[in-house]
């Protein structure tokens, strides 16, 4: 059954003559008639009779109306829900996070993004950068907001696809006046002064667990300054790491983004550090690899990288 046939066997009953029906259709009389041959020829029984009332569905043809009227509703429903889903008026996209960038973006877009699209649901999945790339490939979220390695183009999952928003540095970290401050250089247009890393070759540090995106990019950091570190500590927690590091139990590195989001009492002091060691992550936007993105998810990452990005991303 087409959708044509539907249309064509509903009509018939309905006018109870071919060519009312045909007119009504704008086809020929001869062109419905034969459509309607070959329909009865597939299914092996007449669907109409003539009578003196006019033509008059059989107990096949009765069935087939029924169902034919059902079907195309179903079909006219779906294109308005599609119409719908095209014009933004209802959806829904499954977002992956990691847990910190969550609390750093969820703030600033979700309420302007439900405030214009109300009635598309957002469902946010928060994991890991290793994870998420996981999730991702397997189609389970539409796209995932996360962080790359300095230099990484590409993923070792060759389904993932990375978008870069923005170039985060990461600061080493100390408590305020530490004895090696005095080493520190003020650098013009620089938020932070910088400091040689390799002076804190023998210093105790703070590191987050393995596994953690934070940590994989403090440690290539510490192999580029050739400093083989001595850990003190070990916490999920990169906040927990800095307000230690506040607290003089040692050092440790937070990208400048994630500086921003608690306010505390705990203060340190932060350092610049060396392009040389690349200093840095890029939180991105990953997406699977030739798969469809909705209208409502592009929407949502172009606010995303208004908000967040050196470039606009405007995915097609």
């Not at 006219?76 to 910190?100: A, H, M, P, Q, R």
């Not at 978008?163 to 250089?185: G, I, M, Q, R």
């Not at 800095?242 to 009492?265: D, W």
């Not at 209208?295 to 995915?315: Q, Y």
Request: hydrophobic content about 40%; overall charge positive; glycine content about 4%.
């Amino acid at each position: 059954m087409t959708d044509r046939e539907l249309l064509y066997i509903k009509t018939v009953v309905e006018e109870k003559s071919i060519s009312k029906a045909a007119q009504k259709l704008f086809i020929s009389q001869p062109s419905l008639s034969q459509c309607i041959q070959r329909i009865e020829a597939k299914l092996g029984t007449r669907l109409f009779k003539r009578t003196s009332a006019g033509l008059l569905p059989t107990f096949a043809g009765e069935k087939y109306y029924k169902i034919a009227i059902d079907i195309l509703k179903i079909y006219n429903d779906f294109e308005i829900e599609i119409s719908d889903v095209n014009n933004l008026k209802k959806g829904k996209i499954t977002v992956g996070f990691t847990n910190y960038l969550a609390t750093l973006v969820l703030p600033v877009i979700l309420p302007e993004y439900k405030q214009k699209y109300p009635n598309i649901e957002v469902v946010i999945v928060e994991k890991n950068s290793t994870e998420l790339e996981k999730s991702l490939s397997w189609g389970e979220i539409d796209f995932a907001v996360m962080h790359t390695y300095p230099n990484q183009n590409s993923s070792d999952n060759l389904n993932v696809v990375f978008h870069s928003l923005y170039k985060d540095p990461f600061l080493l970290v100390t408590k305020k006046n530490h004895p090696l401050k005095k080493y520190a250089e003020n650098i013009k247009d620089s938020l932070y002064p910088k400091i040689d890393l390799t002076l804190f070759a023998h210093e105790p540090f703070i590191m987050v667990e393995r596994g953690q995106r934070i940590r994989q990019v403090s440690e290539l950091i510490l192999q580029k300054a050739n400093i083989n570190p001595l850990i003190v500590l070990t916490t999920k927690s990169y906040e927990t790491a800095r307000r230690l590091a506040c607290q003089g139990i040692g050092v440790t590195f937070v990208p400048q983004q994630y500086s921003e989001i608690f306010t505390s009492v705990y203060q340190p002091d932060y350092y610049s550090i060396d392009e040389k060691y690349s200093p840095y992550w890029t939180m991105c936007v990953a997406v699977q690899k030739n798969a469809y993105v909705s209208k409502a998810a592009k929407v949502f990452i172009k606010m995303l990288s208004e908000r967040f990005g050196s470039t606009i991303l405007d995915l097609q």
